[in-house]
C-alpha cells in the first residue's frame, strides 16, 4: 500500500484489481479504501500484490473524510423502511437522541406545523420495525406511533404492561 502498488483480490467469490489507499479500524474490523470504495479485509479470499507496477494515487484523497462519506452512506442504506410518529414538544425535542443518526435530518424535514397543544407529526426512517420499536419505547408517553398499524398494536401492549405494573 505505502508504495502505490495495485492488489489482485478475491473479495465475495469475485477477483477484483484493486489500488489500496488506506486501512481503516473500526469496531476492531479492519477495512480497505480505495479511491472509490471501501472493503471488509476478512472478506478477502487470495491477495496478490503487484510489486512490477504502480498506480497514479490521487494526492487530493483525504482517507477521514472518504470514510466518514462512505460510512453515512453505509448507515443511511440501512434505513429501509419508514414509521410515522405523533411528538409531543418534548419528544420532538427529544428526537434527536432517540433516532438513528443518519435519520435525523429526514425526520426533522418531515416535521410539520404542531397542533393546538404543541404536538407535531413526523416521519422517521428506521432500519426495521423491531429497531423502531425499542426506539419508540424510549420517548415514553411523548410519542404516539401513527403508523404503521402492527407497530402500533405493540407499543399499545407494551404500555398496558407497563401501566399495570405500576398500577
Request: hydrophobic share 40%; net charge neutral.
Amino acid at each position: 500500500m505505502w508504495g502505490d502498488h495495485p492488489v489482485t483480490a478475491r473479495y465475495r467469490e469475485a477477483e477484483r484489481t484493486l489500488e489500496p489507499y488506506g486501512l481503516v479500524l473500526k469496531g476492531g474490523i479492519w477495512y480497505l479504501a480505495t479511491r472509490t470504495a471501501i472493503y471488509r479485509v476478512d472478506r478477502f479470499g487470495d491477495v496478490a500484490p503487484h510489486l512490477d507496477r504502480r498506480f497514479e494515487r490521487d494526492r487530493d484523497f483525504d482517507l477521514a473524510a472518504f470514510w466518514a462519506e462512505r460510512a453515512a452512506q453505509f448507515n443511511r442504506s440501512l434505513l429501509r423502511t419508514h414509521i410515522t410518529l405523533r411528538l409531543s414538544p418534548h419528544g420532538r425535542r427529544i428526537l434527536r437522541h432517540v433516532a438513528d443518526p443518519a435519520a435525523l435530518d429526514d425526520a426533522l424535514a418531515s416535521i410539520g406545523e404542531p397542533d393546538g397543544r404543541g404536538w407535531v407529526t413526523a416521519r422517521l426512517p428506521v432500519e426495521s420495525h423491531e429497531v423502531a420499536y425499542g426506539q419508540v419505547l424510549r420517548f415514553g408517553p411523548d410519542a404516539e406511533v401513527l403508523d404503521p398499524p402492527g407497530l402500533r398494536a405493540l407499543v399499545a401492549e407494551a404500555a398496558a404492561r407497563t401501566a399495570s405494573l405500576y398500577g
